[in-house]
């Protein structure tokens, strides 16, 4: 089970973190990843990051000005986004998958709840 929170609104500009917590004892086993989803547009991929954390992956979209972390031990994962646009609001959704690579966005089958960002330009 995966639990976003952190969302919240922000002027253009401005950051935040999100944070996407486990339950469950194999979540190093798992693929992380982070979506979104703008109001009447279709769910799409923001970033992912490898089982061990070493390697990361990023949407033309945000590359530059997004982070995705994890830690296994706390069984978390994380997006620092900054410098965000108004083209960022959406609902960010964390996700996992526990076969294939980070550097395929597809495969994800274990979502959680969502967390709305507002950026206001």
């Known amino acids: 089970q995966l639990q976003a929170s952190g969302g919240g609104s922000v002027q253009a500009g401005g950051s935040l973190r999100l944070s996407c917590g486990a339950s469950?004892?194999?979540?190093?086993?798992?693929?992380m990843g982070w979506f979104r989803q703008a109001s009447g547009k279709e769910r799409e991929f923001v970033s992912s990051?490898?089982?061990?954390?070493?390697?990361?992956y990023y949407s033309d979209s945000v590359k530059g000005r997004v982070t995705i972390s994890r830690d296994n031990a706390k069984r978390s994962v994380y997006l620092q986004m900054n410098s965000l646009k108004a083209e960022d609001t959406a609902v960010y959704y964390c996700?996992?998958?526990?076969?294939?690579?980070?550097?395929?966005?597809?495969?994800?089958?274990?979502w959680g709840q969502g967390t709305q960002v507002t950026v206001s330009s």
């Open positions: 996700a996992a998958k526990s076969s294939g690579s980070h550097i395929n966005s597809a495969g994800f089958d274990s």
């Open positions: 990051i490898s089982r061990g954390g070493g390697s990361t």
């Open positions: 469950g004892s194999t979540f190093s086993s798992y693929v």
